[in-house]
């Protein structure tokens, strides 16, 4: 079977990018990768928790974002373009990847655990995208390692990535902790109000979306 030019391109840019040798600073820390751009809708809260811990999505090689830590997404099959997913696994760690998020949904969910097979010793955090793929991402045999959050939940895959990075960049380190600090204050607020409104206002507040 012959493999598709625009197949075909993507995975040279990613083996090129591999050889490239670029400064550790200015390439992508986090990939994100998907089954299918249906994942998207779920996969987006990866987006949006590296967003809020300052990082910036790298769209383009040459032109790398002013913020330090930056992640990549790509749309990657295992099963419609398996070739694909062995290029991206292979050459993670060699275009500077220090983790990464894969979400797959369906019965077949087999992004995250392939790539964390092949892209061995990185670290990678699989997503299943729905309830039904929670079995295929965590299923993995004795000496085969996938570390996996619950379905859906592609927002704390990304705390997790930005934990391991943190542990060596301290500034990435206080983030986590703010973040964390904000989290607590806000179950304060939401403690006191319920407590200080009574529960039929609280849940009118909350029903007008306030
Ligand atoms: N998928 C894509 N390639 C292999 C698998 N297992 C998954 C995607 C998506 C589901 O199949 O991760 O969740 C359905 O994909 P689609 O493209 O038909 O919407």
Do not use: C
Not at 51 to 62: H, I, K, M, N, S
Not at 149 to 178: C, F, M, P, T, W
């Amino acid at each position: 079977m012959t493999t598709p030019p625009p197949l075909r391109a993507l995975m040279d840019e990613l083996e090129s990018q591999a050889e490239a040798d670029r400064d550790p600073a200015t390439t992508p820390d986090v990939g994100v990768i998907m089954g299918s751009d249906s994942d998207l809708p779920v996969m987006s809260g990866a987006h949006d928790a590296l967003v809020e811990l300052g990082f910036a999505e790298q769209t383009d090689y040459d032109d790398p974002p002013d913020a330090r830590f930056t992640f990549e997404t790509y749309v990657v099959s295992a099963h419609r373009t398996p070739e694909l997913m062995d290029v991206y696994a292979r050459t993670a760690e060699d275009r500077g990847l220090e983790v990464v998020i894969a979400g797959a949904g369906g019965k077949s969910a087999d992004l995250p655990n392939m790539t964390a097979s092949l892209a061995y010793p990185l670290p990678v955090i699989g997503v299943p995208v729905q309830e039904k793929s929670v079995d295929s991402v965590i299923g993995m045999p004795t000496g085969a390692p996938i570390v996996a959050v619950d379905a859906g939940k592609s927002y704390n895959a990304a705390l997790s990535a930005a934990q391991i990075l943190a542990r060596s960049h301290d500034d990435l380190r206080e983030r986590l902790v703010e973040r964390h600090e904000d989290l607590k204050a806000g179950v304060a607020d939401d403690s006191r109000r319920l407590h200080e409104l009574g529960t039929p206002a609280y849940l009118e507040e909350m029903d007008r979306g306030e």
